[in-house]
């Protein structure tokens, strides 16, 4: 009975534990959308939405409408005025860089934004046509290089990115009042177990 009763409340508590759910972080998604040249490698910089702070951050693009990644992409805290190709030497105000995988650019757990902060995230060889918005998205700017090599990034008005970032709650983050019934459970369920073998104890 002990043992069933320390099962019980192992699975509670393990319930009220459960992994954090992805949050939308920032996002241009539209259902009106122009496609932009191959030939160019692209920055955009957004605000973080919400509070606290946040790991597990993935970034993708869009291409014909559907989630795209491709290459490379540099993740900034401020804005980058280099080229495409020096973006792998520059470090100064870089977070982190991911590389592609299933359409996702996914960057590393120690990876942290904030909510109400601005980022700013860069391609440098992207080799792909990608979606973006005319005059969309409030919270950030486009900008583009033609030439990866030569060519500095410079703003692009009033067009964005087509893009989503997500990301999970690591800081200041409150139960579901599900996980705290489930957890006051747990904890009620391993109390009674040990009243109990205390009470036999001594009787």
Sequence with gaps: MKKLASLIAISMLAAGASPALATDLASNITTQFTTAGSNFNYGQSFSVLGSGSFNNVVINLYRNGSVFANGDLYLFSSAYTGTPANLASTTTNRIGVANAANNLYTFAQ??????????????????????????SYTS?????????????????????????VTGNVINGAVPEPASWMMMILGFGVVGYAMRRKTVLRFV
């Design 110 to 135: 120690n990876v942290v934004l904030t909510g109400g902060s601005q980022y700013f995230f860069y391609t440098d060889n992207l080799n792909y046509e990608i979606n973006f918005n005319v005059s």
């Design 140 to 164: 950030g700017t486009l900008v583009q290089s033609g030439n990866r090599q030569t060519e500095k990034f410079y703003n692009v008005n009033p067009s964005d990115v087509a893009f989503r």
